[in-house]
C-alpha cells in the first residue's frame, strides 16, 4: 500500500525552474532508501504558486515545499519520509513578510485559504496522464449522467440555468450559444471546438488546465456535442504550449482507448471524436472566426458577424466554440447541479474566474476566486501586496484589449459588468500589477505596440489606426507631444473601435482610452512639463551629478558608453579631486553611470 | 467504455490510491516516526498499519500517516489515532502484532483496546 504521495508540478512555469530534475532525484532517492513500496512520486499540473517553483507537495500531510532543489531531496526523503519530520527550511513561507511561522499545509496559507478552485479543481492534484486518475475524481461522470439520464436540452436548460458566461473574453452565456446551435439535430453535420489559443501576454490559465486537467475538457465539449447534436471536436492549441498540447494528445488517445471518445460511446449510440490544431501564435488567431478560418486551413483572418459561429461555423457548419476555462467548468455543473454553481458568484457573474497574477505583485502565479471578489482581496491578501512596501497605482485586466483599474477603484468587486462599466474587460483574465514606478503612457504603448504588430491587416480601422494611434504615443513619450494630441487620439481609438472588423481592433485602444481617462495628468505631464513622473520614459529623463557629491573617481566615465561624462575643473570642499558632469546631448540614458555610482552623486528626473 | 458499470469499477479502484491527495478520509493513524521513534522499532509499526489497512481494504477511509516526536519518547513507538468527533486515542510501546488487535477492534470494531493506551500504560 502507498502511504504517501510526493507530488511534483510539471507545469511550464516549474518545468523552466528544473521540476523534472527534482522529480527524477525523488524517484531516485525513493528507491534507494527503500521506501519505493509506500511512497509514490506523481507527476501534477500547476499549483498555481509559480513564483515560487519548483513545487513539491507532500501528502497525507499536505506539506508545501516550495523552491526545492536537487541537492535538498536526499534531505526532504530521508527526515520526511522516513523520519517524518517536516524539512522546516523550505516549507513555504508566506512571501508577505513579517510571518514567521512556516506553513506546513498548503491549505492554510493565505494564497489559497480564499480561493476556490474549480475549474482548476484537479490541477496539482491528479496525474493528468493517467485517465485512471481523472475518473477517480469523478471524471467522466457528468458524461456518463448527461447521455443516460440526460435529454439533449435538458443539459442545455442545466447550463442556461448555471449563468455560466464564457471565460475567454465577451463573456457571452454559454448556454444560450449551445441553445443557438441546437436546432435540428441530427440532419445537419455540426461541430465544437475549443479555444485553446492563449494569447494575452501573461495569461496562462488554460495552459494550466490543458496540461494539468486535459480530460476535464474532453469529457465537457463530449457534453456539448451531445447537448448540441455534433459528432466532432477540435480543439484549437497555440503550438507554443508543447506540454499541453502534449499531455492533451495523450489524454485524448487514453480517452479514445478507454472509449469515451469515439464510436457508441457508454452504449448509447452516442459517437463524438477530437483532434487537435495547433495555432502558429498569431493572436488573432483567439478570435472566434480567425480561429475556425485556421482550422479550416486558411489564412487566420476573422470574417463579418453575423453570421455567428452557431448558425455558421467551422466549415460553414452550426459550431459551438468555447473557451478551455469555460469547458472546464461544464462537467462539475452538470454532476452538481445549476443551483450548486450559481449560488457563486454575483447576480450577473456566477461561479469563480481564474486570474494570472503578474506584474508587480509578491504571488505571482493562478489564481481562482469566486466572482464579485474585490481587486484589493486579490492583491492584498492572495496576491501577498506589492514588493518592496511600493504603493499599488494601477492593475491592467484582459490584456491587450483590456484596460487599467486605478487604485481609487481597488474596492470594485471584480466581475464581467463592473469591468466593462470602468472600462475595462474580464478577457481571459491576465491581471497585471503595477506600482509607482509604472509609467501608464508607457502601459499603454507597450500594449499598444502589441496589438499594431499582432493586426491582420485584413481592415483598415485596425490595421492603419492603431499604427497611428502608436506613433500619437510615440510621439508624446518623445518628449514632442501637444495637448490637441490627446483629443486626436481620443477620436481615433473611437473610429477604431466602432469600424474594426473583429474583436481585436474593436478592443485594441482600451488601454489607451482607460488611462487616458484615468491618468490623463501623466499624459499632461508629458506633453507640457516634459516630465515622465514615473522615471520610465528615457527621452525625457535628465541624468545628472552632483559635483558636491562626486567624489571624482572617475568610475562613471569609464562606464558610459557615449562618452558624454567628462572631468569637470571644480573640486568639492573636501574632496580631492574634480567632480563629473554629463553631456545631455551626448547621453543615451541607459542608466549605467547611475547604477554604478557608489556615492548617490547621479540622479535622474 | 461500454457502461457506467465500468466507469464506476474504475473509479472504486483508483479511488483508493488517490484518497490520501483528498484528505477526506475519515480516520488518521499517525506514527511517531522521530530518531526515537525510529530507535524504539517504529518502522515495523508502520509498515504493519500500511499493510494491514491495506489488507482490510479500508484505504478509502483510512490514512496512515507519520510525524515527529511527540515528546514522550521512553514510550515509543507511539501511534496515534484521529477520528472526527471523538477524542484522539494514544498507543504507546507499540509493535507489529499490537497493531493487528488495533486495527481489528480499534478501526475496524471501533472499540478502543485500552490496554494499549497511554493512559492505561501510565497508571499501571
Request: charged letters at 25%; aromatic letters at 6%.
Given at each position: 500500500m502507498i502511504r504517501a504521495h510526493v507530488l511534483c508540478c510539471g507545469g511550464t512555469?516549474?518545468?523552466?525552474?528544473?521540476?523534472?530534475?527534482?522529480?527524477?532525484?525523488?524517484?531516485?532517492?525513493?528507491?534507494?532508501?527503500?521506501?519505493?513500496?509506500?511512497?509514490k512520486v506523481v507527476q501534477t499540473g500547476c499549483f498555481g504558486l509559480c513564483a515560487l517553483?519548483?513545487?513539491?507537495?507532500?501528502?497525507?500531510?499536505?506539506?508545501?515545499?516550495?523552491?526545492?532543489?536537487?541537492?535538498?531531496?536526499?534531505?526532504?526523503?530521508?527526515?520526511?519520509?522516513?523520519?517524518?519530520?517536516?524539512?522546516?527550511?523550505?516549507?513555504?513561507n508566506e512571501a508577505s513578510e513579517g510571518s514567521e511561522e512556516t506553513h506546513a499545509s498548503l491549505n492554510d496559507t493565505t494564497f489559497y485559504k480564499s480561493q476556490h478552485r474549480l475549474a482548476l479543481r484537479n490541477c496539482g492534484v491528479i496525474n493528468p496522464e493517467n485517465i485512471e486518475e481523472y475518473i477517480a475524481m469523478d471524471g467522466y461522470a457528468a458524461l456518463g449522467k448527461v447521455l443516460t439520464e440526460m435529454t439533449p436540452d435538458e443539459v442545455i436548460q442545466t447550463i442556461l440555468d448555471s449563468g455560466l458566461r464564457g471565460r475567454g473574453g465577451g463573456g457571452f452565456p454559454t448556454g444560450l450559444k449551445w441553445k443557438f446551435a441546437s436546432g435540428n439535430r441530427g440532419n445537419v453535420k455540426k461541430y465544437v471546438a475549443c479555444n485553446a489559443d492563449e494569447g494575452d501576454p501573461g495569461a496562462f490559465m488554460d495552459?494550466?488546465?490543458?496540461?494539468?486537467?486535459?480530460?476535464?475538457?474532453?469529457?465537457?465539449?463530449?457534453?456539448a456535442a451531445y447537448a448540441i447534436g455534433a459528432d466532432e471536436g477540435y480543439v484549437y492549441v497555440r503550438a507554443e504550449y508543447p506540454i499541453a498540447v502534449n499531455r492533451l494528445q495523450i489524454a485524448i488517445d487514453q480517452a479514445k482507448e478507454y472509449g469515451l471518445l469515439g464510436n457508441d460511446i457508454f452504449g448509447t449510440g452516442f459517437n463524438f471524436d477530437l483532434s487537435i490544431r495547433l495555432g502558429a501564435g498569431a493572436f488573432v488567431c483567439g478570435e472566434e472566426t480567425a480561429l475556425m478560418t485556421s482550422i479550416e486551413g486558411n489564412r487566420g483572418e476573422p470574417r463579418p458577424r453575423p453570421p455567428f459561429p452557431?448558425?455558421?461555423?467551422?466549415?460553414?457548419?452550426?459550431?459551438?466554440?468555447?473557451?478551455?476555462?469555460?469547458?472546464?467548468?461544464?462537467?462539475?455543473?452538470?454532476?452538481?447541479?445549476?443551483?450548486?454553481?450559481?449560488q457563486i458568484g454575483t447576480e450577473k457573474s456566477k461561479g469563480t474566474k481564474v486570474f494570472a497574477l503578474g506584474g508587480k505583485i509578491n504571488n505571482t502565479g493562478l489564481v481562482e476566486v469566486p466572482m464579485g471578489t474585490t481587486l484589493r482581496h486579490i492583491i492584498e491578501e492572495i496576491g501577498g501586496g506589492i514588493p518592496n512596501g511600493k504603493k499599488f497605482k494601477a492593475a491592467q485586466t484582459g490584456g491587450p484589449s483590456g484596460g487599467c483599474i486605478p487604485a481609487h477603484l481597488i474596492d470594485t468587486p471584480i466581475d464581467y459588468d463592473n469591468l466593462m462599466a470602468i472600462g475595462s474587460m474580464m478577457g481571459s483574465g491576465g491581471l497585471i500589477v503595477m506600482d509607482e514606478d509604472t509609467c501608464m503612457v508607457d502601459i499603454a504603448r507597450f500594449f499598444l505596440d502589441f496589438t499594431v504588430d499582432e493586426s491582420c491587416g485584413k481592415c483598415t480601422p485596425c490595421r492603419v489606426g492603431t499604427k497611428r494611434l502608436l506613433e500619437l504615443l510615440d510621439k508624446i513619450i518623445a518628449g514632442n507631444g501637444e495637448l490637441e494630441d490627446l483629443d486626436r487620439?481620443?477620436?481615433?481609438?473611437?473610429?477604431?473601435?466602432?469600424?474594426?472588423?473583429?474583436?481585436?481592433?474593436?478592443?485594441?485602444?482600451?488601454p489607451v482610452l482607460s488611462t487616458l481617462k484615468y491618468f490623463r495628468d501623466e499624459y499632461v505631464a508629458h506633453i507640457v512639463d516634459k516630465k515622465c513622473p514615473a522615471g520610465v520614459c528615457k527621452s525625457l529623463l535628465q541624468f545628472k551629478i552632483d559635483a558636491d557629491k562626486c567624489i571624482g573617481c572617475g568610475k562613471c566615465a569609464k562606464q558610459c558608453p557615449a562618452d558624454a561624462i567628462t572631468r569637470t575643473d571644480y573640486i568639492a570642499p573636501g574632496h580631492k579631486l574634480a567632480s563629473f558632469t554629463i553631456d545631455t546631448t551626448k547621453c543615451v540614458k541607459c542608466g549605467a553611470c547611475m547604477s554604478g555610482c557608489k556615492f548617490g552623486a547621479i540622479s535622474k528626473s | 467504455m461500454k457502461s457506467l458499470a465500468e466507469?464506476?469499477?474504475?473509479?472504486?479502484?483508483?479511488?483508493?490510491?488517490?484518497?490520501?491527495?483528498?484528505?477526506?478520509?475519515?480516520?488518521?493513524?499517525?506514527?511517531?516516526?522521530?530518531?526515537?521513534?525510529?530507535?524504539?522499532g517504529a518502522r515495523p509499526v508502520l509498515s504493519a498499519f500500511v499493510e494491514g489497512i491495506n489488507n482490510e481494504g479500508l484505504a478509502s477511509s483510512v490514512t496512515v500517516s507519520q510525524t515527529g516526536c511527540i515528546g514522550i519518547c521512553q514510550y515509543e513507538p507511539v501511534v496515534e489515532v484521529f477520528q472526527p468527533g471523538k477524542e484522539k486515542v494514544t498507543y504507546v510501546k507499540m509493535t507489529a502484532e499490537k497493531v493487528e488487535k488495533v486495527i481489528a477492534e480499534h478501526i475496524k470494531g471501533g472499540k478502543v483496546v485500552e490496554e494499549y493506551t497511554y493512559n492505561y500504560t501510565v497508571k499501571a
Open positions: 512555469g516549474c518545468t523552466s525552474s528544473g521540476s523534472l530534475k527534482i522529480q527524477e532525484a525523488f524517484v531516485r532517492e525513493i528507491e534507494k532508501q527503500g521506501l519505493a513500496e509506500e511512497v517553483g519548483p513545487v513539491v507537495i507532500l501528502y497525507p500531510d499536505g506539506t508545501f515545499y516550495s523552491r526545492v532543489e536537487e541537492k535538498d531531496v536526499a534531505e526532504i526523503v530521508s527526515e520526511h519520509l522516513l523520519k517524518g519530520r517536516p524539512v522546516e527550511r523550505l516549507v513555504y495552459r494550466s488546465i490543458l496540461e494539468g486537467d486535459p480530460h476535464a475538457l474532453i469529457e465537457a465539449m463530449a457534453i452557431a448558425v455558421k461555423g467551422l466549415f460553414g457548419q452550426p459550431t459551438v466554440l468555447n473557451n478551455v476555462e469555460t469547458y472546464a467548468n461544464i462537467p462539475q455543473i452538470i454532476l452538481k447541479g445549476a443551483d450548486w454553481f450559481n487620439m481620443e477620436e481615433l481609438c473611437n473610429y477604431i473601435k466602432s469600424a474594426s472588423l473583429c474583436g481585436l481592433g474593436q478592443t485594441a485602444p482600451n | 466507469l464506476a469499477a474504475i473509479r472504486e479502484k483508483m479511488k483508493d490510491k488517490v484518497v490520501l491527495r483528498e484528505g477526506t478520509s475519515d480516520t488518521r493513524i499517525v506514527v511517531g516516526m522521530a530518531t526515537c521513534g525510529i530507535a524504539a
